[in-house]
């Protein structure tokens, strides 16, 4: 008989196809079961659409089945949640040495580590360490700064604790991102900086991530500071694009955005209109997958030709990088994306412009609301409690920033077989959510297998308005075409 640890140990050779460290290592693989000579796990992926999908699978697969006594392996698929995504971040730079300028391994005493503590800072953000030696390093780093952003370490909330040691110091850091390619400059710039102290021999640097929280500080440090904002948050006018822009945003991933964005915008193709749709999700694009247009966008002059589908034209990041790459870029390069899509795109007189965001109010949604207040937003969210919450935060931003809203669509609303609905996330969520901001609850969209899988091989629903599943995206169509969206909170 097999046991678990055996299972384990079988599968931490195999590595994520993107992230190139051991799937056991990122937390991915749980809820392992064994009955008799059948094995069954589930794998737990970052993102939706993970093109390394299938090959993970078949990886896992063989090795479980190359144990002995197995016979049959199952494996399940299922989505990271937020926190598990933010685990797994933490655990990639875990695994880091923690080095000095020269990138080698460093010995950091444990006093070093045990006497770790925040870096205290005063009411107008200026340092308020009292011990010599940590107001000494805390002025050190207050020398560095971000690479990208060309702020001080200290004065964007960067530098989380540090510990004091008799000749080391131990530094914790959070990037804005997983995975910054400027992390080793970071690194060389802050251990320079602490050596030109002579006390000082070692430096250990442990990176860790922002929240999405913290991330929204940082960008109101950077807006509030007047240092080089980008040009993308210049504001402009929807009508520069299109006769209407519609924002799709949704709280959380996972509940179908680029889904209900594409069968929208086909839909509205097919009744005649003149649509395009930006996918503006630079690091889940999906757009090119669901739409099933593929190709390289020509530049004329200087403006991007967006690709064209009959009425259809479409721009996606997914159109300039290798699907199978991640794409890691940090606010400023977000920004500068974006402005290139929001300014540099020959859209063709279109009637109506959807940009599909990326979930939540991260970098990318507050640039387009900044640069965009007098579009509509369209909110997708499932009818499940914690997807309307986190969607209500979404609505907040729209507020705040006084773009408009257009209304509310329920996604996964039900599962209907044989007549009968079965309400498998709730019901009601939806509507609940559109009562509560005072906008139209524009319709609700069933769980359906067809959906997902017209949509995997870029042939929506929306394609062929014979397909009974398709009518829902019509009616919303419709009612998105005779319903203009009120301003909120002037």
């Known amino acids: 008989m097999i046991d678990e640890q055996q299972i384990v140990q079988a599968l931490k050779p195999i590595k994520d196809p993107d992230l190139k460290f051991s799937i056991v290592k990122l937390g991915m693989i749980g809820n392992i079961g064994i009955d008799g000579d059948k094995v ?12 390394g999908e299938k090959t993970l699978l078949d990886e896992i697969k063989s090795a479980v089945s190359g144990l002995n006594g197995v016979t049959d392996t199952q494996v399940t698929v299922s989505l990271m949640t937020d926190a598990e995504r933010l685990d797994l971040a933490n655990r990639i730079h875990g695994r880091e040495e923690k080095g000095g300028a020269s990138g080698g391994p460093t010995q950091i005493s444990e006093k070093a580590v045990a006497n770790a503590a925040p870096l205290a ?5 200026k340092i308020a360490e009292t011990d010599p030696k940590r107001r000494q390093v805390a002025e050190a780093l207050e020398t560095v700064e971000d690479p990208e952003i060309h702020l001080p370490l200290t004065a964007l909330g960067m530098v989380k604790h540090i510990g004091i040691g008799d000749d080391d110091v131990a530094i914790e850091v959070t990037l804005t991102v997983p995975g910054c390619p400027l992390k080793d400059k970071i690194s060389s ?11 000082v021999r070692n430096v250990g640097i442990q990176f860790g991530v922002m929240t999405e929280e913290q991330r929204q500080r940082v960008a109101e440090i950077v ?6 904002q980008p040009d993308a948050w210049k504001k402009m006018s929807p009508e520069e694009l299109a006769k209407r822009v519609i924002v799709v945003c949704s709280g959380k991933g996972g509940v179908g955005k680029s889904t209900t964005t594409t069968n929208l915008a086909f839909a509205l193709a097919n009744t005649g209109y003149r649509v395009g749709i930006l996918d503006a999700d630079v690091y889940g694009f ?3 997958r ?3 247009i593929h190709g390289q966008p020509r530049v004329q002059g200087d403006k991007l030709e967006p690709l064209a589908k009959g009425n259809l034209q479409i721009m996606s990041m997914g159109y300039f990088v290798d699907e199978n790459a991640p794409v890691i870029w940090r606010g400023p390069l977000l920004h500068k994306a974006m402005k290139q899509f929001l300014q540099d795109v020959s859209w063709e007189n279109l009637d109506y412009l959807f940009l599909d965001l990326p979930p939540g109010t991260g970098d990318v949604t507050l640039t387009i609301a900044q640069a965009l207040p007098n579009a509509e937003m ?6 499940q409690p914690v997807a309307t919450h986190v969607a209500g935060r979404v609505a907040a931003l729209a507020e705040r920033t006084k773009i408009a809203l257009l209304g509310v669509v329920e996604n996964m609303s039900y599962y209907e077989k044989n007549g009968v609905r079965e309400y498998i996330f709730g019901k009601g969520g939806g509507k609940e959510l559109a009562e509560k901001l005072g906008v139209p ?3 609700e969209i069933p769980l359906d297998q067809t959906i997902r899988e017209r949509s995997d091989t870029g042939k929506p629903v929306t394609l062929d308005r014979k397909l009974a599943i398709s009518t829902p995206y019509f009616e919303i169509s419709e009612r998105i075409a005779n319903v203009h969206a009120p301003l909120i909170s002037v």
């Open 189 to 199: 710039d802050v251990t320079a900086a602490l050596k030109k102290h002579d006390w």
């Open 378 to 383: 369209l909110i997708v969210t499932t009818p």
């Open 121 to 125: 800072l005063d009411s107008d953000g």
């Open 40 to 51: 069954t796990l589930s794998l737990k992926l970052p993102l939706p659409g993970s093109p």
């Open 441 to 443: 609850f524009l319709g």
């Open 290 to 292: 669901m739409t099933g």
């Open 286 to 288: 999906s757009i090119p």
């Open 223 to 228: 807006r509030s500071s007047g240092q080089e």
